[in-house]
């Protein structure tokens, strides 16, 4: 299991594009700001692709088996997905309740 609770500590943890905002914003300040990671740690890829593509992914992987109670690594991807899947619906949903139908 990940120990990622100290890193977001004090942090709103939310689920979706903002939760994946902030957990890429506090992955810059721990490893961009500080240069613990280079260009050299993260070849082919930039820094910042790295963190976009790899370990925001994984963070938030680490934070929902967490939050589960210690969770295997595929019950934490198939959340996400499920997650995923139910906010595109929601939203799509709230977006089509938005539109202006005497137009």
Same mark, same amino acid.
């Given at each position: 299991?990940?120990?990622?609770? !100290?890193?977001?500590?004090?942090?709103?943890r939310e689920c979706g594009f903002k939760g994946a905002a902030i957990v890429l914003r506090v992955? #810059?300040?721990?490893?961009?700001?500080?240069?613990?990671?280079?260009?050299?740690?993260?070849?082919?890829?930039?820094?910042?692709?790295?963190? #976009?593509?790899?370990?925001? !992914?994984?963070?938030?992987?680490?934070?929902? #088996?967490?939050?589960?109670?210690?969770?295997?690594?595929?019950?934490?991807?198939?959340?996400?997905?499920?997650?995923?899947?139910?906010?595109?619906?929601?939203?799509?949903?709230?977006?089509? !309740?938005?539109?202006?139908?005497?137009a």
């Open positions: 299991m990940c120990s990622m609770t !100290s890193l977001f500590e004090g942090k709103i992955l #810059q300040e721990e490893l961009l700001n500080t240069g613990s990671i280079t260009i050299e740690d993260t070849r082919p890829s930039t820094p910042i692709l790295f963190i #976009q593509i790899v370990l925001v !992914s994984g963070c938030i992987l680490c934070l929902i #088996q967490e939050d589960r109670g210690g969770i295997t690594y595929a019950e934490a991807k198939t959340i996400l997905h499920e997650s995923d899947d139910f906010g595109k619906n929601y939203y799509m949903e709230e977006d089509d !309740s938005n539109t202006d139908e005497s």
